[in-house]
């Protein structure tokens, strides 16, 4: 069991938005750079956000982060079909010396 | 481009050994600052680290794994290699390696390769 909990689901209408909350530590999310996946079923997990709040090059501006102690948060603005996948957040745990990923959130847009 | 590429045999005898291999195009594996991941997923759960290479600090392992698990390169056939051994059923799962200049996110992954143990 992932010491990083996320909500298992959320579901929005298309053009809608959500926010995907992650909650950890101070030895995990709270002292270190938080990454979030997307993973789509049959694909590679893609960064949509990585140093807490940066976006790479070529993902959408849809997409948007943030953190507040040892609480991350992804959001993601004008639901489209294809943003339906599982979203992973992620960080370095320092007291387990482990990169750990969140427990996962399936976003289905309805 | 970088891409990665993983393979082994599909099915794993319980107390066997896993052995998979990822295969490194577009660099060298060692040519540069870098880190070489295995993550694995069983199947309807989620994400789980197993360990890493770095190429200018050995190798990281997730420690409820670490007493079973070997990561290690093979610079001459550009392969990054990772050994489980004493299976069991709960390492059945999609198996990635991963890769990154930043050791705090992995950005070119793999398409994976399922393992199943059984007998």
């Known amino acids: 069991q992932s010491v990083v909990t996320q909500p298992p689901s959320l579901s929005e209408a298309p053009g809608q938005g959500v926010t995907i909350s992650c909650s950890g530590s101070k030895s995990n999310i709270g002292n270190n750079a938080v990454t979030w996946y997307q993973h789509l079923p049959g694909r590679a997990p893609k960064v949509v956000i990585y140093?807490?709040?940066e976006l790479p090059s070529g993902v959408s501006d849809r997409f948007s982060a943030s953190k507040s102690g040892s609480t991350a948060s992804l959001a993601i603005s004008g639901l489209q079909s294809e943003d339906e996948a599982d979203y992973y957040c992620a960080s370095w745990d320092e007291s387990l010396n482990v990169y750990v990923f969140g427990t996962g959130t399936k976003v289905t847009v309805l | 481009q970088v891409q990665l590429q993983e393979s082994g045999p599909g099915l794993v005898t319980p107390s066997q050994t896993l052995s998979l291999t990822c295969t490194v195009s577009g660099v060298a594996i060692t040519g540069g600052d870098s880190y070489w991941t295995w993550v694995r997923q069983p199947a309807g759960k989620g994400l789980e680290w197993i360990g890493r290479f770095y190429t200018r600090g050995g190798t990281t392992f997730n420690p409820s794994l670490k007493s079973r698990v070997t990561i290690s390169v093979d610079t001459s056939k550009n392969q990054l290699s990772l050994k489980l051994n004493s299976v069991t059923a709960a390492d059945t799962a999609l198996y990635y390696c991963a890769t990154s200049d930043s050791g705090w996110y992995m950005d070119v992954w793999g398409q994976g390769t399922t393992v199943t143990v059984s007998s």
């Open positions: 140093y807490d709040d």
